[in-house]
């Protein structure tokens, strides 16, 4: 059983950056491909990007590409989401999930494991 605790979230205004992290305990975490989801206020929740279990290899959704960079340090059993240019339109509870099959899933029933959430809110 894997246990993901995000951090990282809060408030920040448009055009700044924020760095997400993600701990994971209890499994080996290298052989997970890691995923960052996220969900607005009424919206379901949507990918945002994903790492290969080396962190060799990233993949993005289009709304995030270019801003998001999404990292690993396997040693510290962690992956990040660094956010920079953040919009309005980013603001979102922000999830990490472990898949044990596979990297680079886009669907959430794709993923194994899920932390609790960070809230990011953007707002001047």
């Known amino acids: 059983q894997v246990q993901l605790v995000e951090s990282g979230g809060g408030l920040v205004q448009p055009g700044g950056s924020l760095r997400l992290s993600c701990v994971a305990s209890?499994?080996?975490?290298?052989?997970?491909?890691m995923g960052w989801f996220r969900q607005a206020p009424g919206k379901e929740r949507e990918f945002v990007s994903a790492?290969?279990?080396?962190?060799?290899?990233?993949y993005y959704a289009d709304s995030v590409k270019g801003r998001f960079t999404i990292s690993r340090d396997n040693t510290k059993n962690t992956v990040y989401l660094q956010m920079n240019s953040l919009k309005p339109e980013d603001a979102a509870v922000y999830y990490c999930?472990?898949?044990?099959?596979?990297?680079?899933?886009?669907?959430?029933?794709?993923?194994?494991?899920w932390g609790q959430g960070t809230q990011v809110t953007v707002s001047s």
């Open positions: 999930a472990a898949d044990s099959t596979r990297w680079g899933a886009v669907f959430e029933y794709e993923y194994d494991y």
């Open positions: 209890g499994g080996t975490f290298s052989s997970y491909g």
């Open positions: 790492i290969s279990w080396s962190g060799g290899s990233t």
